[in-house]
């Protein structure tokens, strides 16, 4: 089959055009993805959120986390590492004596822990931690 050299510049211009959306769309990570859907692509401008993780786990199986953030609505817990980051979601209600929860969490390796806090007055609060795994976790 003989191509024109019409055809052959379509051709690369498209694959150059698909390259370029390609490696665009690329660029959000399973992470960002996830924050932008639970923010609804807000900006996190708030404080009030405490994450409490440790700095080195010796058991990436069993990671203890917890988060605290008065007056939130609803907090979201990633980590960013694992093959599938989303951890939890907590959802709180008007009768909710506090607004925290505290769980153990599975790591893949030393990754970063992320909570995003939707606050009752409509802002997000962030906060982050780096756990250091030194044995076990999702991957081995």
Not at 62 to 87: C, Q, R
């Amino acid at each position: 089959m003989s191509f024109s050299r019409r055809h052959t510049l379509a051709i690369m211009a498209g694959s150059g055009l698909s390259v370029m959306l390609g490696g665009r769309m690329a660029l959000a990570t399973p992470t960002e993805e996830l924050i932008a859907n639970f923010t609804g692509g807000a900006e996190i401008t708030g404080e009030g959120l405490t994450l409490t993780a440790p700095e080195i786990a010796e058991n990436g199986n069993t990671v203890p986390v917890e988060v605290d953030a008065p007056g939130a609505e609803s907090i979201i817990l990633l980590a960013t590492g694992n093959p599938n980051p989303d951890v939890g979601v907590f959802h709180f209600g008007p009768l909710a004596g506090a607004q925290m929860a505290s769980t153990r969490i599975r790591l893949a390796g030393t990754q970063e822990v992320v909570a995003i806090a939707k606050m009752s007055d409509g802002s997000f609060a962030r906060a982050a931690q780096e756990v250091k795994v030194t044995i076990g976790g999702c991957g081995g």
